[in-house]
């Protein structure tokens, strides 16, 4: 997974494009994230008892990750990522664009 929890990314397509945020979950399986704030939807909550009303709430759907682009915390630029097998043998991200380690 090249996107992780906490990172910034970028949406470059659909009504939120050029909008940035912080990913609050990343869902693997479905190559899909949630970016906080963005890619907004209501979801409509019926009255439960006779007198109340029925609620709009507001919550981030998942955004899926060909959508979104990291961006580099070190350039502040939306990048791809690579990946650079340091010495003690880790794997590391790595910003495309000012080659800054991610971590
Ligand atoms: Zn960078």
């Known amino acids: 997974m090249k996107i992780k929890k906490g990172d910034t990314v970028e949406i470059i397509k659909g ?3 050029g909008r940035r945020g912080r990913v609050l979950k ?3 399986k479905k190559n899909k994230l949630i ?6 939807l209501y979801r409509h909550t019926r009255p439960r008892r006779e007198g109340e009303k029925g609620q709009r709430v507001q919550f981030s759907a998942p955004i899926n990750i060909s959508n979104v682009m990291l961006v580099c915390p070190k350039c502040h630029k939306k990048t ?9 043998g880790r794997k590391v991200r790595q ?6 380690i991610i971590s």
């Open 15 to 17: 009504k939120d494009k």
């Open 26 to 28: 990343v869902f693997p």
């Open 35 to 40: 970016v906080e704030g963005l890619n907004l």
């Open 80 to 88: 791809r990522i690579g990946f650079r097998i340091l010495n003690d």
């Open 95 to 100: 910003c495309k664009k000012c080659k800054e």
